[in-house]
């Protein structure tokens, strides 16, 4: 009998059974998607590490699955015949599809290949799976290929207009946003930089196609300010205040109407701004195709909210991670008329500038420590080296 468990390795909230891709007596290869986890920030598919057949499943779909849990068992010995007497317990019944709404087609090739929570999604929403493109393993229609589909107004839903039905990220997310602001006493410092170096810097580097985001330099910048304010990159324990050892910075991720999610840069402060650029392009891209991983949320240390790519100037509180000691905001980054000594005299210039915000959790860190941090996170900006 070979053990098929829940990955060590995931967000620190909850997880939960989404749904199983194989039934009890089916013939599994190693390495094939056996079951769905979903937590608040990623869905992952789990593998089968044998091949033979599944003839226990432990944790059905909505299940809670906690790190280590035991999800089911493969059996590398047994036949698929004599496998298929054990029956499979009954998962979650698939709702009635809407009034009105088409039916699926049984007759459609992978329609068979589609899990109990697709097949609860388009039953519920009244869509042909024949229009969605799979992008999952071998072709497979996954729950973000719905969700996905729905978000971007590409399928029509039959709910009621401006009906939003929650689902379980929606759901986490609010969970977890209570949960912060009741634990930690959010307190928020202003501050506001002028990205001219920056712009500077980034400008010269396009011209000699590197391109990088300003959320790269801002990332950076974070990294080398926790020199000014080592607490910031720690969190509260009932008897101490723990300091992480290294900067693994958190940026929120936005994914349209499915909230947010915060991959992590791992060892910010040990990377160049290459470096950085080159994880964010890449986690950046997974988190919108749905492809990150347990491993690519958990272990953020620090976050930065860069809310200003959609049009905010401030945002304030921003909701802390939680289990961390504070979050970075940058708003919109817009030119303003601001005063400058130009020639030992006062003058009016034009800089870009944007407005920075640092909330912490008044636990962890006081107000002396947040504007050492933010005093010297917009100096480490305005004084960034030329290209």
Partial sequence: MIEVRVPDEQEGTKAVVRAWLKQIGDTVAINDPLVELETDKVTQEVPAPAAGVLCEILLDTDAEAVPGALLGRIDAGRSPAKAGVQEAKPSTAIREAPAGAPELRPSLGNETRLSPSVKRALQQHGIDPARLTGTGRSGRITREDVDR???????????????????????????????AMTDAPHVTALFEADFSAIAA????????????????????????????????????????????????????????DKGLVVPVVKDAGGLSLAQIGTRLD????????????????????????????????????????????????????????????????????????????????????????????????????????AA
Avoid: C
């Fill in 282 to 385: 890449d986690l950046t891209t997974r988190a919108r195709d749905g492809k990150l991983t347990g491993a690519d949320v958990s272990g953020g240390s620090f976050t930065i909210s860069n809310h200003g790519v959609s049009g905010s100037l401030l945002a304030a509180p921003i909701i802390i991670h939680q289990g961390q000691a504070a979050i970075l905001g940058i708003g919109k980054l817009q030119k303003r008329a601001v005063v400058r000594s130009v020639d030992g005299a006062d003058a009016i210039v034009i800089r870009p500038m944007a407005y920075v915000t640092l909330t912490i959790d008044h636990r962890v860190v006081d107000g002396h420590q947040t504007n050492a941090w933010l005093t010297r996170f917009v100096e480490i900006l305005e004084t960034w080296p």
């Fill in 201 to 256: 810097h980034k400008a010269a580097l396009a011209a000699a196609g590197n391109r990088l985001s300003y959320t790269a330099f801002i990332v950076k910048a974070a990294a080398e300010a926790m020199a000014a304010a080592p607490a910031i990159n720690g969190r509260w324990e009932e008897d101490r205040i723990a300091v992480s050892p290294t900067i693994d910075i958190g940026v929120g991720t936005a994914l349209g």
């Fill in 149 to 179: 589909a729905l978000a971007g107004g590409a399928i029509p839903a039959t709910a009621s207009p401006g009906d939003i039905p929650h689902d379980r990220m929606r759901l986490k997310i609010a969970e977890n946003m209570v949960r």
